[in-house]
């Protein structure tokens, strides 16, 4: 099963997500493996998180496949969204960060 983080999409996500920012713990991380395309209102959903997840002081690592990844290098965000290749690698992340 794939999905799409698109402009249909995002209205649902960013609500969704966005409480999870402020009531969950301080960093989170989200998977996108399942996800085949994101277009700019996903990246610009993913942006605000990010965002909203720093002012609360945490973080938000992202876990992508290829071509999400593309996608988000492709607008040069790769490092604000700290795109992880793998769980593991985003465990690390915020072992580091804190």
């Known amino acids: 099963m794939t999905g799409l983080l698109d402009a249909f999409s995002e209205p649902t996500f960013a609500k969704v997500l966005g409480k999870c920012v402020e009531e969950g713990p301080k960093n989170l991380i989200l998977v ?3 996800i085949d395309f ?4 996903g990246l610009g959903a993913l ?4 965002k909203k997840a720093q002012n609360e002081d ?4 992202i876990v992508t ?16 969204l700290s795109l992880q290749p793998s769980l593991e ?3 690390e992340a915020i072992d580091e960060n804190n």
């Open 89 to 91: 690698a985003a465990l």
């Open 38 to 41: 994101v277009d700019s209102s």
């Open 65 to 80: 496949n290829a071509r999400v990844t593309q996608t988000v290098k492709l607008v040069r965000l790769e490092k604000f």
């Open 58 to 61: 945490g973080t938000l690592q």
């Open 32 to 34: 996108l493996s399942q």
């Open 47 to 50: 942006v605000q998180l990010v």
